[in-house]
């Protein structure tokens, strides 16, 4: 696999370069140089196959010789070791649950498999990898109990004190091992800044050999390709042929990666994108102008992004030209009060639970609907647990959530987490005092 700059077509770097820089110097995001087309066969037949079994299709046609089949295959098995299963919450409607992973939330296909693909890279007698990632919630867990016990790496995580929900607190501070967590005194942003800092100091990385897990990676796009494949797998099983995927967006990682599929052969109708009120590419796709703005906090904070970062690797798949997007992707934004009346109704209509991000997706896939009727299933993407969102759900809403199996023992357990002011010499120091 050779991958691009969406800045500089000309250049090219192996999947390797790419994991490890995570972006190209000149600020693009890499791409793939060649898209494969997946056998048309194995699509038809894609409803014989597991979950596993389509995640090394779909990786080893990306990837490559860059990590011979043998050893993806165990990558693949250990990285996506839990279920992504389409419900159907009526005839035409499902929601593709995409929380069954260690941190309860989507994130956790992607930082699993770009984990074991930094740890197969790094080889033995190479200098530990030390990740460096800030967090407002869910890509700190996500990326802890991805890398946790992954030979040859650490990982420091940076969040906001006061500032994460219990669950997702006990995901970054419960771990040990090769996991250490530090609690900011300051917001995501400060942690941002001290993580960008580091990154940038060139006596630092002369001491260690930083990385990022940044969002951005693509170790962490492939992965996310998976499920739209398995779940097209699953509907297939059931009869179903068409299907129009709606996801709830922030960065745009997620429904880029279903895009990729699409480029791959995945047949899908359409994709439609719902947002909060941070409504960079509705706007967009609405008039053609990109106009980036500082982001709002809302209810669903993980898409809290006012300058989505992927979405010039989705303007690159579709050749920059706007009516070919257009044709792709919808795009729908809802307020906070929205999304509480959206949650509301799928809890008194279909006694289901969502998060706020989800619950944002259910109104979209809805609004897409409307639009367009017709005979394809509508299947939202369900991208956390609402056990990781209490201050984002009714109290007598949450009261119903049923935690997963694992939460509980997660609560029981002592925090670990080393204070820090946001003083950029501090945390030097702390790296460097604790190589
Ligand atoms: C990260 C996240 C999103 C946004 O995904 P993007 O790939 O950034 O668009 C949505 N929901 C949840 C729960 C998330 O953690």
Redesign the pocket.
Known sequence: MKLYSTNNKDLRVSFQDAVFNSLPQDKGLYMPEVIPNLDPLFIKNIQQYSLQEIALTVASALIGDDIPKEDLKKIVEDAINFDAPVKFLDAETGVLELFHGPSY???DFGARFMSRVMGYFSKQGDKLLDVLVATSG??GGAVALGFLGVEGTRVTILYPKGKVSKVQEEQLTTNGQNIRALEVDGTFDDCQALVKQAFNDASLNAELRLTSAN?INIARLIPQTFYYFWAYAQLKAQGVNEVVFT??????????AGLLAYKMGLPVKHFVAGTNVNDTVPRFLQSGAYEPKPSVQTL?N??D?GN?S?WVRIQDLFDNELDKLRSIISSFTYTDEETQVAMRELFEKYNYVA?P?TAIAYLAAQAYKAENPGEYASVFLS??HPCKFPDGIDADIFEKVTYPAGAEELAGKPKLADPLAVSYEDFKEYLLKNK
Do not use: E, Q
Not at 248 to 256: D, Q, R, V
């Open positions: 939330a989507f994130k869910d890509t969002s996801v709830p967006s922030g960065n745009f990682g997620n429904i880029g669903a993980a898409m992004v989505p992927n998060c991000h991208t956390a």
